[in-house]
C-alpha cells in the first residue's frame, strides 16, 4: 500500500487477508512515506504509515488505523 492509498482510507475499511507465512517479523531502513500491514496477537489488523523520522531515524512520527 502506498502512502497515496492509506491517505485515501476513509471511516469504514475493509482489510485484506493477512497471511502469516509471508509475513516478515522485523523492518529495517523505512523511510518517510512507507506504508506497514500489520496483525495484533488479538488478531487485530491495521496499517502504520511512517510520516517523519527524526535523528537517526530511531525517533518518528507515525499516523496508524486499526480496525474496530
Known amino acids: 500500500m ?4 492509506f491517505d485515501g482510507i476513509g ?10 507465512a509471508e509475513a516478515d517479523t522485523k523492518i529495517i531502513n523505512m ?6 500491514f500489520f496483525k495484533t496477537q488479538a488478531g487485530a489488523l491495521g496499517y502504520i504509515k511512517v510520516v ?3 535523528s537517526r531515524g530511531d525517533l518518528g512520527k507515525f499516523e496508524v ?3 474496530e
Open 11 to 20: 471511516e469504514y475499511y475493509e482489510f485484506p487477508e493477512f497471511v502469516e
Open 31 to 36: 523511510v518517510n512515506g512507507d506504508v506497514v
Open 65 to 67: 488505523i486499526v480496525m
Open 52 to 54: 517523519d523520522l527524526y
Open 2 to 5: 502506498t502512502a497515496e492509498e
